[in-house]
């Protein structure tokens, strides 16, 4: 089964998992940078199609976005692009999508791990998933869209 799953925001990845061992990492800041959504939306959606093409992708695992108190209207607008330009891509592509929470999956895959926050990721990508290079670039510290969207993968595949 191939299994996307996807961190939508900025800074955040998609990481798709074929078959048991072999992965594609997209890292959403390694394209969008400072630019806003709509200046590379066709990178965005290319890489899908060319994935989906390649290997193609039984679910999708979308994190649905939820405002959070203090969160300014020009973060949650540019969240909501994010997320809506994945969702399109991925309805587009006919491909099947299921749309949990953060507290839903954390719920589900991190609960038992100690730590806090993205390190609780950090450490059930390493664990899981040791061929996903969570310092892509000249990274120091890991990726935690990478490693939050090999997560939402993990999820997907168990069935949620």
Known sequence: MNVLGIDPGKAGAAVLLVGREDHAVFACDDVVGGARWEAVHQQVTGWLRSMHASYPI???VLELHAGRPGEGAVSARTIGIGWGLWLGALSGLGIHTIMPTAARWTGAMLADLP?????????LCSAQLPHINLLPGRRRRP???????ACLALYGRRGQ
């Open 58 to 60: 039984d679910l999708a």
């Open 115 to 123: 730590g806090e926050g993205k390190e609780r990721s950090i450490a």
């Open 143 to 149: 990726h935690d869209g990478i490693a939050d969207a």
